[in-house]
T-cell receptor, first 115, second 115 residues
Framework: AQKITQTQPGMFVQEKEAVTLDCTYD???????LFWYKQPSSGEMIFLIY??????QNATEGRYSLNFQKARKSANLVISASQLGDSAMYFC????????????FGTGTSLTVIP | DAGVIQSPRHEVTEMGQEVTLRCKPI?????LFWYRQTMMRGLELLIYFNNNVPIDDSGMPEDRFSAKMPNASFSTLKIQPSEPRDSAVYFC?????????????FGEGSRLTVL
């Protein structure tokens, strides 16, 4: 079974609108971490936001927030007030610290912000 | 602080040649990962090390690929002999396994083209 599933290969959003990128995960560990990374066309991988499995509050970093629904095993990324510079690939990832610090990445979602 | 440093940034070689990619992780990080990214297969984990010890190399495509981490500040990924299907961007990433978040810090990648 896939550890991280991103079902949206591509998404479009109007500039200044909010967009949600979906991510579901699969783990039997109680302790894990969830991450979102951004990869612009220049190719670098940029860490955006982190959610720990024991964190009760949804993580927020500026315009990024992580909608964490533990029972549903989902960790959706919400980008508010989209900007043209948000156009990029977005990867959801999970870390399992108790099983050797393995990191699992999803297949990514390509986001295009339309002016 | 210096980030993860990879070299070379670009490599063009002919089929059958040996290719060596190099990585210097962030000082103090004790986990190191090698990923390969292609359009067809996305981001694939090749191998990762904890404290210089290979933990999981199940993602290494075949015997033509080998990776070493002789010390905490250096790792190599070698392909011998190279084939056109090895053309990809190879990312090295490091993390501090014991930190609460333990996010991956990526290098800028090595773009390999095998003719």
């Amino acid at each position: 079974a896939q550890k991280i599933t991103q079902t949206q290969p591509g998404m479009f959003v109007q500039e200044k609108e909010a967009v949600t990128l979906d991510c579901t995960y699969d783990t039997s560990d109680q302790s894990y971490g969830l991450f979102w990374y951004k990869q612009p066309s220049s190719g670098e991988m940029i860490f955006l936001i982190y959610q720990g499995s024991y964190d009760e509050q949804n993580a927020t970093e500026g315009r990024y927030s992580l909608n964490f629904q533990k029972a549903r095993k989902s960790a959706n990324l919400v980008i508010s007030a989209s900007q043209l510079g948000d156009s990029a690939m977005y990867f959801c990832a999970m870390r399992e610290p108790n099983t050797g610090n393995q990191f699992y990445f999803g297949t990514g979602t390509s986001l295009t912000v339309i002016p | 602080d210096a980030g993860v440093i990879q070299s070379p940034r670009h490599e063009v070689t002919e089929m059958g040649q040996e290719v060596t990619l190099r990585c210097k992780p962030i000082s103090g990080h004790n986990s190191l990962f090698w990923y390969r990214q292609t359009m067809m297969r996305g981001l694939e984990l090749l191998i990762y090390f904890n404290n210089n010890v290979p933990i999981d190399d199940s993602g290494m495509p075949e015997d033509r690929f080998s990776a070493k981490m002789p010390n905490a500040s250096f790792s190599t990924l070698k392909i011998q002999p190279s084939e056109p299907r090895d053309s990809a961007v190879y990312f090295c990433a490091s993390s501090r396994r014991t930190s609460r978040i333990g996010e991956l810090f990526f290098g800028e990648g090595s773009r390999l083209t095998v003719l």
